[in-house]
Nanobody
Framework: QVQLVESGGGLVQAGGSLRLSCTAS????????MGWDRQAPGKQREWIAT???????NYADSVKGRFTISRDNAKNTVYLQMDGLKPEDTAVYYC?????????WGQGIQVTVAS
């Protein structure tokens, strides 16, 4: 059983930066996939980024070049560095972990970008 808790959200001006963190507890994670998605009001959930256990990454076109995903396996933590934020990045951000047959999600954290 894994629990994921996000932190680092908040309000930022357009062009600013935030770094989201998501820490897993309950079990050490090794051979897993972690990542982030988001959901804006009235919009479908959008996948943002994925990082594999060995460090390989993938990004949605909407954030490519602006967001960077990373992980610290010793801390069971995944990060999302968000630079050059735009108002359209405003959403609730969710982290996830795919660990064997299980799929875990955090509760979500609000990111608001003011224009």
């Amino acid at each position: 059983q894994v629990q994921l808790v996000e932190s680092g959200g908040g309000l930022v001006q357009a062009g600013g930066s935030l770094r989201l963190s998501c820490t897993a507890s309950g079990r050490r994670l090794r051979n897993n996939i972690m990542g982030w998605d988001r959901q804006a009001p009235g919009k479908q959930r959008e996948w943002i980024a994925t990082i594999h256990s060995a460090g390989g990454t993938n990004y949605a076109d909407s954030v490519k070049g602006r967001f960077t995903i990373s992980r610290d396996n010793a801390k069971n933590t995944v990060y999302l560095q968000m630079d050059g934020l735009k108002p359209e990045d405003t959403a609730v951000y969710y982290c996830y972990c795919q660990d064997g047959p299980s799929d875990y999600w955090g509760q979500g954290i609000q990111v608001t970008v003011a224009s």
